[in-house]
C-alpha cells in the first residue's frame, strides 16, 4: 500500500503541468491500472520531438494514432507518414467493442466513436494530392547530399545552378537538369569552361548515373510542378480541428531514396519557410514518420547530418517531429539524443542481439524505483507502454508503465470507395493534382541546340555555294588529251619493262623443261 501511495504521489507530481495538455492513458503497478494516475502530454513541449518504438503488433501505430487525435482535437494540424497503409481509418468513426469498453473503464474515459478531417496525399500515382518538387527549391547543396556526391562533384552541381541562373534556364524536372549536365558536358562546354573553369567529364558520368538511379526509384514523379506549399499542411479544419495530411506512401518501401528525398526536402521547406517562434503554447505542426528506418538505412553520412541538422534546429520553429520504428536503434544517436518523448512498447528477446538491444534501450529511460526497466520492456501487453516526456521546464518525466487508451477513429483502413469520397472533397486535391509543363531548361537548349544546327546548316548550304562560283576552270594542257596521256602511259610502261630486264627483275621466269 504504501508503495501505491508513493507510486501515485510520483505520477501526479510528474504529471501535472500548468499549461493545456490532453490524456494519453494511465499508469500502471505490479501489471494493474493505478486510479487516478492520469498520464498527461503537455502541448508546450510536443516541439521538443519523441519516438514511439516496439516490435510489430504491440500497439505503435495505435499510440500514434491517438496522439494525432488529442493534437487534432486541441487544433494542432498534424503530418502522418503511412508507410504500411493502415492509417487512412482515422478519418472514419470507430466501432465500440468488449475489449474497449473494458479498457475504457480501467482507464475512466468516454468513448466517442469520432470521425477526424483527414486530407490524402501522395509521392506516387495513388489517389490524393500529389506532393511535388521542382530542382531549383532542392538547390545544388541539398540534391548533391542526396545524390551523393563529393565536394568536386558538389562544386560542379553549384556551378550548373550557377549558369541556369544567369541564363534564366528553368530548373523544374530531373529532364531540366540532364539537358542541361548534356549540354555543358559537350556543345556548351566551350562556352562555360571560358566563364565557370574546366568541366571534368568523368564529373558529369558520375553526377548523370546519380540522376538516372533516382529515376529509377519514381522521382520523375516528383519533381516537377506545381511544387507543394508546406503551409497546406498547417490548415485547421471548418470545426475548428486541426486538419490531419496523411502521405500515402504504402508503394515506396522498395524506394527508399526517394522517400528519405522527400522527407529531406521537406524538413528543409518547413525551416526555411516557418518562422522563428521560440517556445510556444502548442506547437505549429506535429509530423509522425511511420517506418522511421527507411529514412535512415539508405541515408549517406551528409544526408544524415543535414537530417540530424534540421531536426536539431526545427524545433523553434515550433514544429514537432516523431519518429516511429521497430528498433530504437534505427534512429541514429545523435538524433536519439534530441527526442524529449519516448513511448516504449514491447520488444521481443529471442536472440542474444535482442537482449543487447533491450538492455541499451532500458538504459536511455530515467532510473526508477517501481520498474525493472529491462525486464517489464519485454512483459508489456499490447497497447501498453513505457512513457517518458518533458515537461514544461524541459525535465524529462517520471518512467510510467502506461495503459494507453484506445483510438476514437476506426482502426483499419478506408475501403477504395471511402478514398474516392475523401479525395473528391479535399479542398488541395484539385490544386495540386492538375499536370503543369511550363517552358524550363529542357525546351530552352533543345531549341537552343536546333537553331544552332540549322544555322550551321545554312552556313555550310552557303559555302558550298560560294565554292562552285569561284571555282575557275583549269588551263588545258597537251597532256590534258585522252589519246595523248595514253601514249605517255605506255611508253612509260615500255621503259619501265626494259630497265627491269636489264636487271634481270623483269618478265616470268619460264621454266625449264625436264625433257
Do not use: W
Not at 89 to 102: E, L, P, Q, R
Amino acid at each position: 500500500m504504501a508503495d501505491s501511495t508513493k507510486f501515485l504521489e510520483s505520477v501526479n507530481s510528474g504529471y501535472t503541468f500548468k499549461g493545456e495538455s490532453f490524456k494519453i492513458g494511465c499508469a500502471m503497478l505490479n501489471g494493474e491500472v493505478v486510479p487516478g494516475t492520469d498520464v498527461l502530454l503537455p502541448f508546450k513541449t510536443l516541439n521538443r520531438h519523441g519516438l514511439i518504438a516496439g516490435a510489430t503488433g504491440t500497439g505503435k501505430t495505435k499510440t500514434l494514432q491517438v496522439l494525432a487525435e488529442g493534437l487534432s482535437d486541441a487544433s494542432i494540424p498534424v503530418l502522418l507518414m503511412d508507410i504500411k497503409g493502415d492509417l487512412s481509418g482515422i478519418a472514419a468513426a470507430g466501432t465500440v467493442n468488449d475489449k474497449i469498453t473494458d479498457r475504457c473503464q480501467k482507464l475512466n474515459i468516454e468513448f466517442k466513436p469520432t470521425a477526424y478531417p483527414v486530407d490524402l496525399l501522395t509521392l506516387s500515382e495513388q489517389k490524393g494530392a500529389r506532393l511535388r518538387a521542382t530542382v531549383s527549391e532542392f538547390g545544388p547543396v541539398l540534391l548533391s547530399k542526396i545524390l551523393g556526391l563529393n565536394d568536386t562533384q558538389g562544386g560542379f552541381v553549384a556551378m550548373i545552378f550557377k549558369y541556369c541562373d544567369d541564363n534564366k534556364l528553368p530548373l523544374l524536372d530531373l529532364k531540366d537538369f540532364i539537358k542541361v549536365l548534356q549540354y555543358v558536358s559537350d556543345e556548351g562546354k566551350a562556352e562555360l569552361e571560358k566563364t565557370y573553369g574546366k568541366i571534368s567529364t568523368t564529373s558529369t558520368g558520375t553526377i548523370l548515373r546519380k540522376v538516372i538511379e533516382l529515376q529509377q526509384q519514381g522521382a520523375d514523379l516528383f519533381f516537377g510542378e506545381k511544387s507543394f506549399e508546406v503551409e497546406d499542411l498547417m490548415r485547421i479544419s471548418d470545426d475548428g480541428r486541426g486538419m490531419i495530411s496523411i502521405v500515402r506512401v504504402t508503394d515506396l518501401q522498395d524506394r527508399p531514396k526517394l522517400f528519405s528525398t522527400f522527407m529531406l526536402q521537406l524538413l528543409a521547406e518547413l525551416y526555411a519557410t516557418c518562422p522563428e517562434e521560440g517556445d510556444m503554447d502548442k506547437p505549429r505542426l506535429v509530423m509522425f514518420i511511420d517506418e522511421a528506418h527507411l529514412i535512415f538505412q539508405e541515408a549517406n553520412d551528409a544526408l544524415l547530418q543535414q537530417i540530424e541538422t534540421i531536426i536539431k534546429l526545427i524545433r523553434s520553429k515550433g514544429i514537432g517531429i516523431y519518429f516511429c520504428t521497430q528498433n530504437p536503434m534505427d534512429v541514429p544517436a545523435d538524433v536519439l539524443a534530441q527526442l524529449g518523448l519516448k513511448v516504449q512498447h514491447a520488444l521481443r528477446a529471442f536472440t542474444a542481439a535482442d537482449r543487447k538491444v533491450i538492455k541499451q534501450t532500458a538504459e536511455n529511460y530515467p532510473e526508477t524505483d517501481f520498474y525493472k526497466t529491462e525486464d517489464l520492456i519485454t512483459q508489456l501487453g499490447t497497447g501498453e507502454a513505457l512513457v517518458t516526456i518533458l515537461n514544461e521546464k524541459g525535465i524529462p518525466t517520471p518512467l510510467v508503465h502506461c495503459m494507453i487508451r484506445p483510438p476514437q477513429s476506426r482502426m483499419d483502413i478506408l475501403s477504395d470507395m471511402e478514398i474516392d469520397a475523401l479525395v473528391s472533397k479535399s479542398k488541395i486535391a484539385a490544386k495540386y493534382n492538375q499536370v503543369i509543363d511550363n517552358v524550363s531548361a529542357y525546351e530552352i537548349l533543345t531549341e537552343k541546340l536546333e537553331e544552332a544546327s540549322k544555322k550551321e546548316e545554312e552556313q555550310k548550304q552557303t559555302e558550298q555555294k560560294e565554292e562552285k562560283k569561284t571555282t575557275t576552270k583549269k588551263e588545258k594542257t597537251v597532256f590534258d588529251d585522252p589519246t595523248i596521256r595514253s601514249m605517255t602511259r605506255t611508253a612509260g610502261n615500255t621503259i619501265i619493262r626494259s630497265l627491269l630486264g636489264v636487271l634481270g627483275l623483269g618478265g616470268r621466269s619460264r621454266r625449264k623443261s625436264l625433257f
